[in-house]
């Protein structure tokens, strides 16, 4: 039988949506984990739906939260595996979510964090049409060596992480960008200094504005200045 997921949603401010962000929570968590973001850029996208589905899995590491996919097999081979199984779930509640709200890929932002951006980054490269905006906090890249050959579509990406994320370190960060850019992605980063697993003020700032400009059209988003990580 396939999953279907759901998760808390936060309605669009101003009445019908005219946009949906899909938040995409890490490892161990669940939907209303990251449900809050939606709090903190309602008033930059007043005219969109937010929803924070929960992951389809129990997770196998802690004894509470969900997962998108096992991570107690880190070898990438598992990882892909596991990434390609989500990816189905995942790939058919974005599909429902558009129809029920009467929306276009062009009017979708997918955000994730950690393993969430995993999966916004898997997903949302490998649509039949391309998202507006895709969004990643503390996350990397699954399979970059396959990227140039299986990403249908390009949406613009921005990356966010934390020079001190003692559980994704920031070289995926980088890992990422090569990646994303080797395969013709246009992709944006910005590291915060001293940060860990987290997200912090300036990402929210970057993460909104840049959530804005895709979703409303208003000029190309002015990538962050890049903030080498610390050796």
Request: proline share 8%.
């Amino acid at each position: 039988m396939a999953t279907t997921l759901d998760g808390p949603r936060l309605p669009a401010a101003r009445g019908d949506a005219k946009e949906l962000v899909i938040l995409l929570h890490g490892l161990g968590a669940d939907g209303n984990d990251l449900i809050g973001l939606a709090e903190q850029w309602v008033d930059l996208l007043p005219d969109a739906e937010f929803v924070s589905p929960h992951a389809p899995e129990p997770c196998d590491m802690a004894p509470m939260g969900r997962q998108w996919f096992s991570l107690r097999d880190r070898n990438p081979e598992s990882v892909l595996a596991g990434a390609k199984r989500a990816h189905a779930a995942l790939d058919r509640f974005i599909d429902a979510e558009l129809k029920r709200l009467g929306l276009g890929d062009e009017r979708l932002a997918l955000v994730g964090f950690s393993q969430g951006t995993m999966m916004s980054l898997y997903t949302g490269l490998r649509r039949r049409r391309a998202p507006a905006a895709i969004v990643g906090f503390s996350g990397a890249l699954v399979a970059p060596e396959l990227l140039a050959r299986e990403a249908a579509v390009k949406p613009p990406v921005l990356l966010l992480h934390g020079d001190k994320d003692e559980i994704v370190p920031v070289g995926a960060l980088h890992g990422s960008v090569a990646g994303l850019a080797a395969a013709g992605v246009a992709v944006a980063w910005h590291v915060s200094p001293g940060m860990g697993h987290s997200i912090d003020e300036i990402g929210l700032a970057l993460g909104g504005d840049f959530l804005n400009r895709c979703l409303n059209g208003i000029g190309r988003p002015e990538p962050p200045e890049p903030v080498p990580a610390h050796a």
